[in-house]
């Protein structure tokens, strides 16, 4: 391996100026994905970015307009029972599910879904969501809808010199109730075939679905979110008729491709199976 300048600046600006100064530079966080790669010839960086010693960037912090998620947060902080994050179901479950208790103290949310994986845990979990991401840049802090943040497999919106800070959740999900389910290969500490993440808003009285989210990962070229499902929910009680009806449409809106985790088949009849039982639990909330 060729010899990586490694930077280690102090604040967002400086580490911007370094990401647009130095080709072929990276931001490492946890380093979970980037190392990995960079040990297979992946990647081969000419620089690391390191962010570990900018303030603020690792906090969660819960206002009224909703949660924060500085993108150094951990994925284990995410998981814990304590934490802020714990109000949202759907994201402490994602982060539970992913890797090992090593692995999720490492890695971290921005380091998930900067990675671009159609796969990631966290990045279904917030399409579910309504998450917003922040981005800081040499022009100053944009803030980018999550399910216009991915591009493609490993590619985002992010352009160079441009770092994701914060992860936002509006505090009206709060009150949704929602779920995550994947399937792997082994029973831990592997990625998913198929991911399923559902939000539901019932009317209390009459318990129709006034409003609901459901995301799919792995099975399109990113984290989608099934829209056409959402809509075949919506406005219904959510029954067992309703449930096979929008499964099927999930089955038909994902775009699969068949590699070593299973084929494009199999992961459609998966996504079938993930949304009745995802959404079966939450009939029963």
């Given amino acids: 391996m060729s010899s990586i300048q490694y930077y280690m600046p102090a604040d967002l600006v400086e580490a911007s100026r370094i990401l647009q100064a130095v080709e072929h530079s990276h931001v490492i966080a946890g380093g979970t994905d980037l190392v990995p790669k960079m040990k297979t010839g992946v990647l081969k960086p000419r620089a690391l970015v390191d962010l570990s010693k900018i303030k603020d960037l690792s906090a969660i912090v819960s206002t009224p307009e909703g949660l924060y998620i500085g993108a150094m947060a951990n994925v284990a902080d995410l998981a814990d029972r304590q ?17 090992s208790p090593q692995v999720r103290n490492l890695a971290t949310i921005g380091g998930n879904l900067c990675n671009a994986a159609p796969s990631a845990d966290l990045a279904t979990a917030l399409l579910a969501l309504d998450a917003q991401v922040e981005i800081s840049g040499a022009t100053g802090v944009k803030t980018v809808p999550l399910d216009q943040f991915f591009k493609g497999p490993g590619y985002t919106v992010l352009q160079r010199g441009e770092i994701l800070t914060r992860v936002f959740v509006p505090s009206y999900m709060k009150v949704w109730k929602s779920f995550y389910l994947k399937h792997t290969i082994r029973r831990s500490m592997d990625i998913a075939v198929v991911a399923v993440a559902a939000s539901v808003l019932w009317d209390e009285k009459s318990r129709e679905v006034k409003d609901v989210r459901i995301a799919l990962g792995a099975v399109a070229p990113t984290p989608l ?55 079966r639990i939450l009939a029963e909330c």
């Fill in 83 to 99: 934490s802020p994050a714990n109000s949202y179901a759907v994201l402490r479950l994602a982060a539970r599910s992913l890797g």
């Fill in 225 to 279: 979110r099934a829209r056409s499902t959402e809509k075949a929910i919506r406005g219904k009680i959510l029954n067992e008729a309703t449930i096979t009806a929008a499964a099927s449409e999930a089955m038909n809106e994902c775009r699969p491709i068949s590699d070593v985790r299973g084929t494009a088949t199999y992961r459609r009849i998966l996504t079938k199976v993930l949304t009745t039982r995802a959404l």
